[in-house]
């Protein structure tokens, strides 16, 4: 393909039809990428269809909002839906399909089949968003399965929901690789996401002490620290002092089964989650040594 | 293939053996049959498997004794094991690939995703059995997408775990048609069941009722019987009176929601699980009308 072809990508909104035309793909011998998104699209997401778009013949990037990941006082309603705008920000990307469902195509009547995520999901999102991850799970096996993928993209911002998606993978074979790309920040730090918008300028810039407190935490790691509940304590208090309203957890685990880590040892992944006028924001930082 | 040909099928004990076989013959474009089973063959497996192979161009057959569709205290150990035996049965019936995973194959450490199973699997066997099909729809769900099956075929005495596949086939949207073949029997109707072999002498003559008093309630509904709560009465008295130990459940119901009908309309299943001799039987029938 020449670096000036633009190829207009299929959309479809159909199940039957994203499953006929991947299942095509499939039986040519095509390696299959899917990026899951719920749209409102960034650089961040965006990061992950370039990468993907050099991993595979095919690329399919979907776009849903969905329902059953979003608790019953969350933000559903309000979440950003900015489908045309999301479709110029791909366009150049050279995506095969975008797959649009609307919520009755994958939640037909009837609907009650879920799966019930690995135990590593009860922990910090899920103790506070209790039927998150399932949500998460099922939505992103019932994508995989539609879009035959054998590859697919996620950002290490959500670092629990890549580490619940990579174990969903192994326990129920799904038979497709995981790719988990660098978070993507705005020049001042902040991480890339949906949820910014809802910010007023006076809470954007105070949001950025997110980014900060887990730098510092790192350079507290770097220099030797490895008194985690200290450190929880440092990050919490940082974030208070920074003017967040209130902060959900603030954490330094173990990468690979989430669980707080005192004494800590390498790699840590320190992991936070914090409030600020009405906004939740998350953000992480993997930290493997000096 | 000639009438005489003998094929002999690749037995398979690991997974990434499996699937590599599947994606191999799924990238070739064939369909791929699964017949998911425990191992203990009899005639209705083995026509699960005849179906099976007029279906597809590639046939595979799981032997596996799931231990998460067990409850504590139910018969996981003693369950009957005849691999060599099975084997044997299916040897002459052209095979491609036969799945004989440990139990570790299927269960790594820290495996802990499940498959929630559909509201329906709250009924009847899920009321006795309560973790029953949540492993059950697991195993399926696992076994499907190892063997890159296009198709799968269930047999009909198990008739709530049909339907609780089914629902998940679709909510999940895994990809796999399903087919239910008709209970095989023996001559003197108590349906085939890997558990006949648990059941004494005594019990064995017994058992027959089981059959009986279905078709004895299928001749009532054929005369006009519509009363739901009254046939459930009249099955369960003429299995206690026919010497079963008790009675878990024997009831007329939606083919497809599986709730008590009363009053009962067509289609209707009749679904009887009874204890005799510490054996646990099921059984069914289909009535759609006269």
Redesign the interface.
Known sequence: MGANTILTPAIINQ?AGL?ELA?RW??Q?DEIALVPTMGALHEGHLSLVRAARNAAGRVIVSIFVNPTQFGPHEDLAKYPRTLDHDLELLRPLGVDAIFTPDENE?Y?P???????????SVLWEGAIRSTHF?GV??IV??LL??S?ATITFFGQKDFQQAAVVR??L??????CALRVLPTVREPDGLAMSSRNRYLSADDRRRATALYRVLTNAQQALASGERDGHALAAEMNQALIDAGFDSVDYAVACDPETLQMADPIRLPVVLLVAARIGGTRLIDNLLFEGP
């Open positions: 199940a499953a299942e499939r039986r011998g994958l037909p009837g609907f009650s089949t879920f799966v019930q995520p690995p135990d590593l399932r799970t099922t096996l019932k399965l539609l035959r174990r969903m192994i326990d129920l074979n799904v038979g």
